[in-house]
Structure formats: structure tokens, C-alpha cells
């Protein structure tokens, strides 16, 4: 009973075959009509060819229209522009063309505040680079031109009573004044 790899072959090959005559005779042999059926709704009713008079004179009276235009540009959008001789009360209010139209841009960011109190300024006498001493708290932090701090604020420019920095993330620049401590 043991079949041969030739005979299963012969087998699958079979089946092939029936699975491909199906598929054509289902599927691909739909769109033919059938012998002898000219219209699939019934009755046909032939064209009534001897009386063209109706439709003579409802050409002729669509060829002697006359175009009028309105007033009105199809190609601007908006309402038609009111008849001359109206009245300016009932036109309808139109909306001044000063008013910007679509999306508004985003607000302009504030200025950069410096978080920290600026309480003194100094210079190294080695290389001569000036230095800042800003007091967050109790904690003093010294700072040079070009660092930054807090990740956003970077210091541009030390000078005598002020310090000069800028928001990394707006490009927005600002300045703090040396505060002096109060007299005891």
C-alpha cells in the first residue's frame, strides 16, 4: 500500500487541477452573458425615430440663451456684492480687513531671570578673567564669562556694577546689578 514519490505527485497534481477548473468556472466565467440576452432588464421598447421636432426646438431655445452676468467673480470667495441702490442699513456688516487671519504665532517669551542674588565681582590675578559670586541661599557659586547655569542661562559678559547673560533655549538676553548689602 506503500505509494511512490511519482504517484503522490500525480495525486497533488489532481487536485490542483480540479481546485484551478473550479475557481475559473466560479469566478472568471461571471462576466460573460449569457447566448440570446441582448438587455438584462426585460422588455426592450425601441427609440421613437420619426418625431425629432420636441427635441429641435428645445435645442434651438437652449442656443438662444443670452449669458447675463451677475456682478459676482466666481473666483473670489465671499458673498455677492449687494445690488446698486441698496440701502447702507441693510448691507451686513463686513468684517475689517485689519483683523489677522489663521493661526496666531506663539506669545514672545519673557527675559531670562537670573535665580540667584549677584552680591560680588572679582578677578583672578593670574590670568585676569573676572569672575561673579552669586548667592543661592547659603550657597555661593562663582561663575566666569561662557559657563552656565542651571542648563539655560548662559553668563556673556562680567562687567563692574552688572553681569550680562542670556537664555540658551529663547536667545533672550538680560543683566542683573551688583546688590549692595545693606549698611550696618
Same mark, same amino acid.
Given at each position: 500500500?506503500?505509494?511512490?514519490?511519482?504517484?503522490?505527485?500525480?495525486?497533488?497534481?489532481?487536485?490542483?487541477?480540479?481546485?484551478?477548473?473550479?475557481?475559473?468556472?466560479?469566478?472568471?466565467?461571471?462576466?460573460?452573458?449569457?447566448?440570446?440576452?441582448?438587455?438584462?432588464?426585460?422588455?426592450?421598447?425601441?427609440?421613437?425615430?420619426?418625431?425629432?421636432?420636441?427635441?429641435?426646438?428645445?435645442?434651438?431655445?437652449?442656443?438662444?440663451?443670452?449669458?447675463? %452676468?451677475?456682478?459676482?467673480?466666481?473666483?473670489?470667495?465671499?458673498? &455677492?456684492? *449687494?445690488?446698486? =441702490?441698496?440701502?447702507? !442699513?441693510?448691507?451686513?456688516?463686513?468684517?475689517?480687513?485689519?483683523?489677522?487671519?489663521?493661526?496666531?504665532?506663539?506669545?514672545?517669551?519673557?527675559? %531670562?531671570?537670573?535665580?540667584?542674588?549677584?552680591?560680588?565681582?572679582? &578677578?583672578? *590675578?593670574?590670568? =585676569?578673567?573676572?569672575? !561673579?559670586?552669586?548667592?543661592?541661599?547659603?550657597?555661593?557659586?562663582?561663575?566666569?564669562?561662557?559657563?552656565?547655569?542651571?542648563?539655560?542661562?548662559?553668563?556673556?559678559?562680567?562687567?563692574?556694577?552688572?553681569?550680562?547673560?542670556?537664555?540658551?533655549?529663547? =536667545?533672550?538676553?538680560?543683566?542683573?546689578?551688583?546688590?549692595?548689602?545693606?549698611?550696618?
Amino acid at each position: 500500500m506503500a505509494q511512490t514519490k511519482q504517484q503522490k505527485e500525480i495525486a497533488v497534481l489532481l487536485v490542483l487541477l480540479v481546485v484551478a477548473a473550479l475557481v475559473w468556472r466560479f469566478y472568471l466565467d461571471k462576466g460573460r452573458p449569457a447566448a440570446g440576452v441582448l438587455s438584462p432588464s426585460g422588455n426592450y421598447e425601441p427609440i421613437n425615430a420619426e418625431d425629432y421636432g420636441k427635441v429641435i426646438d428645445i435645442l434651438k431655445s437652449a442656443q438662444s440663451t443670452e449669458y447675463k %452676468p451677475s456682478g459676482r467673480n466666481i473666483f473670489i470667495a465671499g458673498p &455677492a456684492p *449687494p445690488p446698486p =441702490g441698496a440701502s447702507a !442699513a441693510t448691507q451686513a456688516p463686513t468684517k475689517p480687513q485689519w483683523l489677522p487671519v489663521g493661526p496666531f504665532p506663539p506669545p514672545e517669551p519673557p527675559l %531670562p531671570v537670573l535665580p540667584w542674588k549677584l552680591f560680588g565681582l572679582g &578677578a583672578l *590675578p593670574s590670568n =585676569g578673567t573676572r569672575r !561673579a559670586f552669586l548667592l543661592d541661599g547659603e550657597e555661593v557659586h562663582i561663575v566666569a564669562e561662557g559657563d552656565t547655569i542651571q542648563n539655560h542661562i548662559r553668563i556673556t559678559h562680567i562687567g563692574n556694577d552688572r553681569i550680562e547673560y542670556e537664555d540658551v533655549n529663547t =536667545g533672550k538676553k538680560n543683566s542683573t546689578v551688583l546688590e549692595m548689602p545693606p549698611a550696618a
